[in-house]
T-cell receptor, first 116, second 112 residues
Framework: GAVVSQHPSRVICKSGTSVKIECRSLDFQATTMFWYRQFPKQSLMLMATSNEGSKATYEQGVEKDKFLINHASLTLSTLTVTSAHPEDSSFYICSARLAGGRYTQYFGPGTRLTVL | KQEVTQIPAALSVPEGENLVLNCSFT??????LQWFRQDPGKGLTSLLL?????REQTSGRLNASLDKSSGRSTLYIAASQPGDSATYLC???????????FGGGTRLMVKP
């Protein structure tokens, strides 16, 4: 099946720094990628949808200047958490949709961000 | 706005039991519904995907049903095993776009 990877799997940073998380579709091209965040014992909340080569669409309440999303190629999307604060600590999961395929999303393994 | 609810939120059963997880959604205009498994600190593994025109899907000991008109889906797990312990999430995709809306999940513990 289609594989989505994320890097890093875990990151700890100091408050005020920026953190970049990469999401790659390893064996397929993804025109659309999604970024979710998940707080402990809660479900996934969609943050933004990005289409290759265009600006991301952010969900209500998600600060686009804080969570920068770049989808520069059909296999790579990045999420940068700028000026991270402890409340940004969460589990971030990306998902990719197969280009031209049915509406099936493949999920990455997630990135655990801890901001001290 | 679509809302997805999963009941129960947590479930603990002895090994070998058959069990049913429930998922309900408020807007029946869905494109498909998907069940996922999530192990602690891990990403999501897709278990079953049911298109809106389908009534059920089966994979091994798992069977998912969909009643679109009533806004319900169930995930049936036969002969549960300790390795089935995980959080099970259902998610619906809308007709109008790409978005998946997730339920809150059911945390399942199967005791040996």
């Amino acid at each position: 099946g289609a594989v989505v990877s994320q890097h890093p799997s875990r990151v700890i940073c100091k408050s005020g720094t920026s953190v970049k998380i990469e999401c790659r579709s390893l064996d397929f091209q993804a025109t659309t990628m999604f970024w979710y965040r998940q707080f402990p014992k809660q479900s996934l909340m969609l943050m933004a949808t990005s289409n290759e080569g265009s600006k991301a669409t952010y969900e209500q309440g998600v600060e686009k200047d804080k969570f920068l999303i770049n989808h520069a190629s059909l296999t790579l999307s990045t999420l940068t958490v700028t000026s991270a604060h402890p409340e940004d600590s969460s589990f971030y999961i990306c998902s990719a949709r197969l280009a031209g395929g049915r509406y099936t999303q493949y999920f990455g393994p997630g990135t655990r961000l801890t901001v001290l | 706005k679509q809302e997805v609810t999963q009941i129960p939120a947590a479930l603990s059963v002895p090994e070998g039991e058959n069990l049913v997880l429930n998922c309900s959604f408020t807007d029946s205009a869905i494109y498909n519904l998907q069940w996922f498994r999530q192990d602690p600190g891990k990403g999501l593994t897709s278990l079953l995907l049911i298109q809106s025109s389908q009534r059920e899907q089966t994979s091994g000991r798992l069977n998912a049903s969909l009643d679109k008109s009533s806004g319900r889906s169930t995930l049936y797990i036969a002969a549960s095993q300790p390795g089935d312990s995980a959080t099970y999430l259902c998610a619906v995709r809308h007709n109008a776009g790409n978005m998946l809306t997730f339920g809150g999940g059911t945390r399942l513990m199967v005791k040996p």
